[in-house]
């Protein structure tokens, strides 16, 4: 893992020390409720319906096990006791008071971490693979790279002011984790005909109201190149994004609107200029960093426990065959731990469940934990001997359940239940629909399916790129809430259709029950997951399965 | 055409606790949303607006939000306003506790 240089030490201290001014400043009056917003924005606090709430950076979902359980120490101490995993990768706190707030982002510091442009129109919280450095159809690790963008872009003195906010997301596999192509900047690693590994560039990504995929603007960029051409991107937006118009101001809308021939050629022009500025220096930091990323010592063990395990527990199988990836060492594996028991909410871990994780990782995971954007946790490296006592401990702790990638492995934003954004809830749609299909007994034969809640049009819940995505709008003062289909967040990206008119608040869990017993009936065998049925029939069984007068009448 | 004006209440967030507050006739800030002034009058609730916003050492983010009279007191007509004076539905935090034990003490 990275260990945080005296520089960044001293950076991370100092903004620290401003804040806790700032907010004294606040308190006796000689800062205005004005002045103080973009200040305690730019540290990640935000003032949401019935608290403030504190976003806090896990740089690339990368966390050790003495930061988790920091994490878990705020939560007690500052908190009630658990945080909220997001999207983004980072911890939400929903309940701190203003005074504390200097002392939890000091804590942050102790194990080098922050809450530094999690908000704000600058660059955010570099997002990454949560399998980087495990998976088993990986070229190279990401995140040397993501934390060369993260030092480049903190407190980048040009890209403070942008239009709006941006985000970047990479990945150094071929099968995209990261949802690259629905950033401003998706970047993912491939190879060119000669074998060596560059980047995929994509610009112009992103869900919210006007949801776009990305384009490519480079096909392969060589990784030498890649910080002058992030800047390049960075600053053709800068100077082309609509700030007249909060709702035009991403570059998804900037790119749409010059073309994407257009921007490209920007794009390289600005490249041509900058590439020859940067001397080298970039490179030699990046092979530093990269040092910080060697892969750990791998144990070379017997497997058979595990094997005899599998085959004798129905439990620890049915966890092993959704919960579990594929390592690049063959006796390892790349643990999912899951953050969706049914019926709790979506992404959020109790301090003493915080602390087992940390634990486990110690004990059995090379102290390495991520955080996916799924908003599950990841042990990206157990050898697999040591999975049945991982499973064991987890599902003690309420964390063994075993249901990633099915129905009720479901992202949702925190919704009208804490943010003040929000315009329908989401939380309890996600914990009802999970229950019911657990009380159906019907996830694993169902299969992969990728449901995705957000409520507003803002879609923190990526609800486009869902299989099965849900947003929750308020309709003439009444919850109500409009479904697509067919979304895909991977490398074959795709915003999913609407289908129709929304349902309230006590018909979405029927609806959605509708749609995948449609699924059931229709799908040419097991092996067809949703995905590939409703690519392979369309919308209109579905439909016809959601509203059934409509279909009865056109029938008659 | 103006539409009618519907009865308002003054409603903010606490600075340093960050919680949900509303402005009485009696000009203190309650936790409790039928404590609230229920204001009838659009320009009295400029008035109010106004002076519950001025409160900048107590309060950030005062805006009117609609409500109507109650058995006990104004109460909500939005559900947004509605979740405000309780808290969220995954867990019992926030008003719908801190206001029970409150009474308790």
């Known amino acids: 893992m990275y260990n945080y240089s005296d520089f960044d030490e001293g950076f991370v201290r100092s903004r620290v020390a401003q804040f806790t001014q700032q907010v004294d400043r606040r308190l006796d009056g000689s800062l205005t409720e004005d002045e103080f917003r973009p200040l305690r924005l730019m540290n990640g606090l935000y003032l949401q319906l019935h608290a403030y709430m504190l976003r806090v950076a896990i740089p690339y979902g990368t966390l050790a096990p003495r930061q988790m359980r920091q994490l878990a120490m705020i939560a007690d101490t500052y908190d009630k006791g658990y945080g909220h995993f997001t999207t983004r990768q980072n911890i939400q706190y929903n309940w701190p008071v203003l005074q504390d707030v200097p002392a939890i982002l000091s804590a942050l510091a102790d194990v080098e971490m922050h809450a530094i442009q999690t908000s704000g129109n600058c660059v955010r919280n570099v997002t990454a693979d949560h399998f980087a450095g495990a998976a088993a159809d990986e070229i190279e690790d990401p995140r040397p790279t993501a934390e060369l963008l993260r030092q480049w872009s903190t407190d980048h003195p040009e890209f403070q002011f942008l239009p709006r906010k941006f985000k970047i997301a990479i990945t150094g596999s071929p099968n995209d984790r990261a949802v690259t192509k629905a950033h401003d900047i998706g970047l993912r690693m491939v190879r060119n005909d000669k074998g060596e590994p560059g980047y995929e560039v994509m610009v112009g990504g992103g869900l919210g109201r006007t949801p776009m995929i990305g384009v490519t603007v480079r096909a392969f960029l060589p990784k030498a190149d890649l910080l002058p051409y992030v800047e390049a991107v960075l600053s053709v937006y800068n100077s082309l994004g609509r700030r007249d118009n909060k709702y035009k101001a991403r570059i998804k809308i900037t790119v749409h609107e010059t073309g994407a021939e257009e921007i490209t050629r920007l794009i390289e022009a600005r490249f041509a200029e900058l590439r020859p500025l940067f001397g080298g220096a970039d490179q030699v930091l990046l092979a530093e960093i990269a040092e910080a990323f060697a892969p750990p010592a791998f144990r070379n063990a017997s497997t058979d426990s595990y094997d005899a395990f599998y085959k004798a527990d129905p439990t620890f199988r049915a966890w092993a065959d959704t919960n579990l990836s594929a390592h690049r060492n063959a006796q390892y594996a790349i643990v999912t731990i899951s953050l969706k028991a049914h019926g709790e909410t979506p992404g959020d871990a109790t301090s003493d469940q915080m602390r087992l994780m940390?634990?486990?990782?110690?004990?059995?995971?090379?102290?390495?934990?991520?955080?996916?954007?799924?908003?599950?946790?990841?042990?990206?490296?157990?050898?697999?001997?040591?999975?049945?006592?991982?499973?064991?401990?987890?599902?003690?702790?309420?964390?063994?359940?075993?249901?990633?990638?099915?129905?009720?492995?479901?992202?949702?934003?925190?919704?009208?239940?804490?943010?003040?954004?929000?315009?329908?809830?989401?939380?309890?749609?996600?914990?009802?629909?999970?229950?019911?299909?657990?009380?159906?007994?019907?996830?694993?034969?169902?299969?992969?399916?990728?449901?995705?809640?957000?409520?507003?049009?803002?879609?923190?819940?990526?609800?486009?790129?869902?299989?099965?995505?849900?947003?929750?709008?308020?309709?003439?003062?009444?919850?109500?809430?409009?479904?697509?289909?067919?979304?895909?967040?991977?490398?074959?990206?795709?915003?999913?259709?609407?289908?129709?008119?929304?349902?309230?608040?006590?018909?979405?869990?029927?609806?959605?029950?509708?749609?995948?017993?449609?699924?059931?009936?229709?799908?040419?065998?097991?092996?067809?997951?949703?995905?590939?049925?409703?690519?392979?029939?369309?919308?209109?069984?579905?439909?016809?399965?959601?509203?059934?007068?409509?279909?009865?009448?056109?029938?008659? | 055409m103006k539409g009618r004006f519907t009865p308002k209440v003054v409603t903010a967030n606490d600075l340093r606790l960050g919680d949900v507050v509303y402005l009485t006739a009696d000009d203190q800030w309650s936790r409790l949303h039928s404590d609230a002034e229920l204001i009838e009058d659009e320009a009295h609730a400029q008035m109010r607006l106004l002076h519950g916003a001025a409160q900048r050492l107590i309060v950030v983010g005062a805006y009117l939000a609609d409500a109507k009279a109650g058995v006990s007191g104004p109460e909500p007509t939005h559900f947004r306003e509605d979740f405000r004076t309780r808290g969220p539905s995954n867990y019992a935090y926030g008003k719908q506790v801190d206001l029970r034990n409150a009474r308790d003490v």
Do not use: W
Not at chain 1, 514 to 540: C, K, W
């Open chain 1, 358 to 556: 940390a634990y486990l990782a110690e004990q059995y995971g090379h102290s390495e934990l991520r955080i996916s954007h799924e908003q599950n946790v990841i042990l990206p490296h157990v050898h697999k001997s040591d999975l049945p006592a991982v499973h064991a401990a987890l599902h003690q702790a309420g964390l063994g359940t075993a249901n990633v990638g099915l129905i009720s492995d479901i992202i949702a934003c925190p919704g009208m239940d804490y943010c003040a954004l929000a315009t329908a809830r989401s939380i309890p749609v996600a914990q009802q629909i999970a229950l019911r299909f657990d009380e159906l007994k019907l996830e694993h034969d169902i299969g992969p399916l990728k449901l995705k809640i957000s409520g507003c049009i803002n879609a923190c819940g990526h609800h486009h790129v869902g299989h099965i995505g849900i947003l929750g709008l308020d309709r003439a003062g009444v919850e109500n809430y409009q479904i697509t289909l067919g979304g895909d967040a991977t490398e074959t990206a795709v915003i999913g259709e609407k289908t129709g008119p929304g349902f309230a608040y006590d018909e979405i869990v029927p609806a959605i029950e509708r749609i995948v017993l449609a699924y059931l009936e229709q799908r040419e065998a097991p092996s067809e997951t949703f995905l590939d049925a409703y690519r392979r029939l369309g919308l209109a069984p579905f439909k016809a399965a959601l509203y059934p007068t409509e279909a009865a009448r056109d029938a008659a």
